[in-house]
């Protein structure tokens, strides 16, 4: 029997060289879509009863449906929901969720309604300390539309992780109502609220060029004094703006917000990775904190705390811009809006006061001359009284001499230049 002569293994591993060569490589796949943050509502931790504001929920909420409503900004075919419980000790059981339309009065559209899996599976579990990503659900949803969002909890839940001023009015029914196109009574009455528990986040499958934008901020980009359920909030108004160029507004204000301290909720740094970082398809972020820090010292909110100075500020700053720079993201400085006679008739009327201000007025130099930022956007400019610059002017004050009114927030974001926050992107008229 004849036997083929054996080969050498250089002459074997040539031969499988030249193979490798001639085969035609597979062309790269073709990225129809991708996933983009399209709405967010920062998380933040409850507090007790013996702070200033109440939490504007239960301590506990057990056999109830929670439903929010929620516009993006982006739409799409699908979307998935994200809910949070960051600040959690104990899992928090999900018995159901639903997306759907909504209808005036806490209804939604029965023909729009979809279960939520995660995994796969109705139910689910957030762990302490996590966030739970859905599984995609297939609605489609306009841009600038919003989205009703129902989740059913059975077990015992304590209301620890939550955001404070939703600006929309979320109900809470009895039982298990996450399919259900009207809320009942039953035997316990239905109660309302504008604080957001678990809702963190929604994200929105898009064209493979949509973009997200990221503003943190505090009390002013939470929306603090904006006409509730009309989304009057300076980030919605900007998220009009954006929306044509196929780029998301991802809101991450919360009220009381400080850049360098805790307070109603984390302090900048300790949530830039969760609140801005992690937002799938996010570029850059826009940067409008520090009038907390400056006014929280000394007030019934922070009585004992010295004020920072103006190089820790800057420092704060800094490290902000460093950390998102790292990854990539282009960063935009916000001026500090006037704020002289802030909250008057409360027990925070001692927030504003001349040496605050002159801090302030320091703090805005710093920001539009460091050239700390990739750009700045001078919301001082836009919304200062010309007769008096340490006030905001009457047409853009919400009543408290601090927060926009919708006028303010509306000047707010026609005073953002676009190509600044994402550049070649051109400015479209603002809809009126």
Known sequence: MKTLPALSASALLAIALSAGAAAPHAPAPVRTSTWVATWGASPQPAWGPDFLFPTHL??????????????????????????SNAYGRQPVALGKATVARPAPGGAVLADSLHTVTFGGQEAATILPGASLVSDPVGLAVPALAQLAVSLYLPDETPVSTFHWDGRQTTWIAPGDQATAPELVAGGAAVQSTTARPLLAGIQVEAAPTARAVVVIGDSITDGATASLDNDRRWPDFLATRLAPHGVAVVNAGISGARLLSDGMGANALARLERDVLAQPGVQSVIVMLGINDISWPGTAFAPASPRPTLQALAAGYRQLIAQARGHGLRVIGATLTPFEGALPGTPLSNYHHPDKDTLRRQVNDWIRHGGAFDAVIDFDAALRDPAHPARIAARFDSGDRLHPGDEGNRAMAEAVDLSAVLPGIGAPPSPR
């Open 58 to 83: 239960p301590p506990v909420l057990h056999g109830q449906t929670v439903r929010q409503v929620a516009r993006v900004s982006l739409g799409g075919p699908r979307v998935r929901i994200v809910l």
